[in-house]
């Protein structure tokens, strides 16, 4: 038998359109990007983790000479709040980027690695949190699960 499956996301030509405090969280995305240690790539990619309590929690990629030392954005602000916020629950995480490694009308989608951390920290916290993706060119796709962009994960099916 033939099965498929389907993604529900939302899609905006540009993040100015988003609620006044999800445009914040696009801000401080792009404001945390320039701290990204990327002599490398010249990739800046900057991510936010919204908690339900409305704290933020930034983090920005950063490269090593030996390059799989280095962490991309997403991981740095999921494994700070691991940390730092290990009862609180995530709302929203929010990436953007600047380079040329990515056309500018290409979304910042997470790599495999990204997706397998942000997947373990959902469920760990029993509660599903939205994803916010936007490209250089301002078009934003918001998912409402990590299990949308990683399905059929191991362990999950
Ligand atoms: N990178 C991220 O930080 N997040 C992503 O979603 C994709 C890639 C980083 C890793 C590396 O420092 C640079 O971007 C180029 O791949």
């Not at 010249?42 to 930034?58: A, I, K, R, Y």
């Amino acid at each position: 038998m033939k099965n498929h499956i389907s993604i529900p996301y939302d899609h905006y030509d540009s993040w100015r359109e988003l609620s006044e405090s999800d445009q914040v969280l696009v801000q401080k995305a792009y404001q945390i990007a320039e701290t990204a240690y990327a002599p490398y790539s010249e990739f800046h990619v900057g991510s936010v983790v919204e908690l339900m309590s409305g704290e933020l929690v930034l983090g920005s990629n950063q490269e090593n000479i030996a390059f799989p030392s280095g962490l991309c954005a997403e991981r740095v602000a999921l494994f700070y709040t691991g940390a730092n916020f290990p009862q609180e629950v995530i709302k929203t995480l929010c990436v953007v980027a600047k380079g040329e490694l990515l056309p500018v009308d290409k979304l910042l989608t997470p790599c495999g690695a990204c997706r397998q951390v942000m997947l373990e920290t959902e469920i760990r916290q029993n509660q599903t949190y939205r994803i916010m993706l936007i490209s250089q060119n301002e078009q934003t796709v918001i998912f409402y699960s990590a299990k949308d962009l990683l399905p059929f994960a191991f362990g999950t099916v």
